[in-house]
């Protein structure tokens, strides 16, 4: 059974940063990808970017130039960098992996909010 716990939420105002982290526990060797999503009051959830396992990443438009995917193999974390927060980046964001025996896997998610 695979585990993904989110944390590094918070609060923060316009123009700054946070950073997320997403720990996933089990046997994980290989993976399809990992990524991160997020879902706003009354809108479906959307991609924020993603991660193969040969290390190519993806990122949704919004966030580009703003956020950095990253992963740490060896301790089976995916790390999300977000710079220069906008209050439209108010969002539950979501961890996400896909290991390579099969299924798609979720976290509980973790708040962030931008004020103004």
């Known amino acids: 059974q695979v585990q993904l716990v989110e944390s590094g939420g918070g609060l923060v105002q316009v123009g700054g940063s946070l950073r997320l982290s997403c720990t996933a526990s089990?046997?994980?060797?290989?993976?399809?990808?990992m990524g991160w999503y997020r879902q706003q009051p009354g809108k479906q959830r959307e991609l924020v970017a993603h991660i193969t396992g040969g290390g190519n990443t993806n990122y949704a438009e919004f966030v580009k130039g703003r956020f950095t995917i990253s992963r740490d193999t060896a301790k089976n974390t995916l790390t999300l960098q977000m710079n220069s927060l906008k209050p439209e980046d108010t969002a539950k964001y979501y961890c996400?992996?896909?290991?390579?025996?099969?299924?798609?896997?979720w976290g509980q998610g973790t708040q962030v909010t931008v004020s103004s």
């Open positions: 996400t992996i896909s290991p390579l025996f099969g299924g798609v896997y």
């Open positions: 089990g046997s994980i060797f290989r993976i399809n990808f």
